[in-house]
């Protein structure tokens, strides 16, 4: 609706509607649209206080998430571009399967803790992740050695650590507990490339897990509002949170330490 369309705007707050954010020059003329949203999930709208973080690299998906966590339990701490970059170079494979390297939750889960968070990895496979499309043997060593030193660094710091597909029990559990989950899903679902990509899992309204997506698709007109605190049922999410042929499911708690 439009800023100054003040009789338009009355109707909506007393239809329920909520503002949620405010666009700059939205309309043909330059004037300012307000964005309004009535849930239609329940009778109490679900909020969220968890701040949001929209990546600017596109392999920054993790570190991405790991700072709203940051963010949301180090109230001082302020996302930027600079701890974005050095985040991912803490917890990065060095290589994926084509550009720069990808987050593996080990890598995650040891860069949250020396962050300052109590974390906890669920893991259904033992062994080096996101190495099947990988057909350089150097790239191959390289990759199985930063995560071995992933894995000695947490087992260091005493993170717990599941081998076990999580459940939707699971992910509700820790957000019941006052707990964010990073959450590895198939990029294919989410904006049609067969890519592993993170997002933070922030609520759980009873029949959906809501979650921050840092991906925000300018391409295709999405803004912040589109990404953040998005409703996903519990059946599409546990679709959408496996990745490759073998179905790796891969998600870390975080919290206050």
Not at 9 to 33: H, M, V
Not at 55 to 65: I, L, V
Not at 200 to 210: E, F, K, R, S, W
């Amino acid at each position: 609706v439009r800023e100054d369309n003040d009789r338009a705007i009355r109707i909506y707050e007393q239809a329920g509607y909520r503002k949620l954010g405010r666009e700059p020059d939205y309309y043909e003329d330059g004037a300012t649209a307000l964005r309004y949203e009535k849930t239609l999930r329940g009778d109490t709208p679900t909020a969220t206080k968890v701040p949001f973080y929209q990546q600017t690299c596109e392999f920054t998906c993790g570190p991405c998430c790991l700072m709203m966590a940051m963010a949301n339990f180090h109230r001082g701490f302020v996302p930027d571009p600079v701890m974005e970059i050095r985040l991912w170079r803490e917890a990065t494979t060095v290589f994926m399967m084509s550009g720069p390297g990808g987050c593996e939750p080990f890598g995650l889960a040891v860069a949250g803790y020396e962050s300052g968070l109590a974390a906890e990895i669920f893991v259904s496979f033992y062994g080096a992740l996101f190495l099947q499309s990988v057909r350089s043997e150097d790239k191959r060593r390289v990759m199985e050695l930063a995560q071995v030193d992933f894995r000695r660094r947490a087992e260091l710091y005493g993170i717990p650590v599941n081998y076990r597909p999580f459940s939707i029990g699971d992910i509700r559990q820790a957000l019941a507990d006052g707990k964010l989950v990073l959450v590895l899903v198939s990029g294919f679902l989410m904006f049609g490339k067969k890519v592993p990509h993170w997002v933070l899992a922030i609520g759980d309204d009873g029949d959906h897990i809501l979650i921050h997506d840092p991906w925000v698709e300018d391409e295709r007109q999405e803004t912040i509002l589109d990404a953040a605190n998005i409703p996903v049922p519990y059946d599409i999410f546990m679709n959408m949170a496996q990745f490759g042929r073998d179905g790796l499911r891969a998600a870390i708690t975080l919290g206050k330490r």
